[in-house]
């Protein structure tokens, strides 16, 4: 059951990750600018978002198994469409039902785990999977850089289809339907949106959300920047791409256990005033490194790998804080939350590439992004007391 849920979560980062060091043969065989072909990247986090908020809701009043099997067989077709795409227009299309359907896996995977498990059980499997979803974009690029020493990119999604396909059968046969019909909830719009509006309508969850959705931007802005900055500016080929992007990855896993270890001292609100801080001078450095050039390579990769690690303990727990305010709504606040990440996500990614995909665009983004959620946090995001009760659920969610 486990393994299952492993790889549902596992497919939302495969498919963002497995294709990016592709993106500039995709810009070159498609005869597109750099900025075009990463609208493609744009589409699939757009595709995560809505997913989130419309398949939450669905499994709750379908059941689990239902809206799966239906992303799934979603993310399937899109990864034909994706395969044998003519243009840059198809491609598109085709990745944001890629998003789209991945949404269904992870947000299922996760309502799974709460209708099986509870308490010190359900943080444990929590965090097995959490664990998956740091390995994941970690073997994806590598994963694509291999199948790109032997074919071309569109092979990139015939892996992925055979990936779902093999995802979707397994569901079939060993993810049981976890919610008794007598425990659905009618599938109304209007209490939905009433929900909605309601967490929208509280401060300090909106900054919360805020902050967690800026610190994906920043990630966002790294993963879509990185393929040609690395690849076309400083010459590193695909492979060494790929073991680049891994180590990022590597960062931000190592933070986010580190993160574990700090609650043990601090509340939440304290590590990611800390770290937001760290961010935001890395990112001056970076800015200051990326318009003079002197340090090359070096001066890439340092300021990157140190906001990386500030990410680390800032998106553990920006959503333990904000899901702590509203218990009562986890899945609705869990939906936007996730909908505000990949949503900021999408909106960044396409930034970078309008300011010239450099490395001067990446840090002044990166430290906007940081700037930006430090302000909040200290002004609308003040600590209450409700917040330190969010130590032990930043510990369950830590690495999401």
Do not use: K
């Not at 072909?37 to 009043?61: E, F, K, N």
């Not at 590193?236 to 990855?249: D, E, P, T, Y």
């Not at 590590?271 to 318009?291: H, R």
């Amino acid at each position: 059951m486990i393994a299952v849920l492993g790889l549902m979560v596992a497919l939302g980062p495969l498919t963002i990750d497995m294709y990016l060091p592709a993106l500039p043969r995709i810009a070159q065989d498609l005869t597109v600018s750099s900025s075009m072909v990463q609208l493609t990247l744009t589409g699939t986090l757009a595709g995560l978002a809505i997913g989130q908020l419309v398949i939450g809701p669905l499994s709750d009043s379908l059941g689990r198994r239902v809206p799966l099997m239906a992303g799934i067989g979603i993310h399937i077709v899109a990864s034909l469409i994706c395969l044998f795409a003519p243009n840059i227009a198809v491609l598109g299309t085709g990745r944001v039902l890629q998003g789209f359907g991945a949404a269904a896996a992870s947000v299922v995977a996760v309502a799974v785990v709460g209708d099986l498990y509870v308490d010190n059980v359900a943080a444990t499997v929590m965090s097995r999977l959490i664990l998956v979803l740091g390995v994941a974009p970690v073997i994806a690029p590598s994963l694509g850089a291999a199948v790109l020493l032997h074919a071309s990119w569109h092979w990139v999604f015939a892996v992925l289809v055979v990936l779902a396909a093999g995802l979707l059968l397994l569901a079939a046969l060993a993810l049981p339907e976890t919610l008794p019909v007598g425990h659905r909830r009618p599938l109304r719009v209007r209490g939905i949106a009433r929900t909605y509006a309601g967490l929208l309508r509280d401060p300090r969850f909106v900054t919360l959300v805020a902050v967690a959705g800026l610190s994906m931007a920043g990630l966002f802005g790294y993963i879509s920047a990185a393929p040609f900055v690395l690849q076309g500016d400083y010459g590193l080929n695909q492979q060494m791409f790929a073991l680049v992007f891994a180590g990022g990855a590597v960062v931000l896993i190592g933070s986010t256990q580190f993160n574990v270890v700090l609650l043990r001292r601090f509340a939440p609100q304290q590590i990611m005033v800390a770290a937001l801080g760290v961010s935001v001078v890395a990112g001056v450095v970076f800015i200051a490194l990326a318009f003079t050039g002197v340090a090359g390579l070096t001066g890439f990769l340092v300021p990157v790998m140190v906001i990386l690690g500030a990410m680390g303990l800032v998106l553990p727990n920006a959503p333990a804080v904000a899901l702590s305010r509203h218990a009562e709504a986890a899945g609705t606040s869990a939906a936007l939350l996730g909908a505000a990440q990949f949503g900021i996500g999408a909106a960044v990614a396409p930034l970078v590439g309008v300011l010239g995909n450099s490395e001067f665009a990446l840090a002044l983004v990166m430290l906007a992004g940081s700037g930006v959620a430090l302000v909040g946090l200290l002004t609308v995001g003040a600590p209450t007391r409700q917040d330190g009760s969010a130590s032990s659920a930043a510990i369950a969610t830590d690495t999401v």
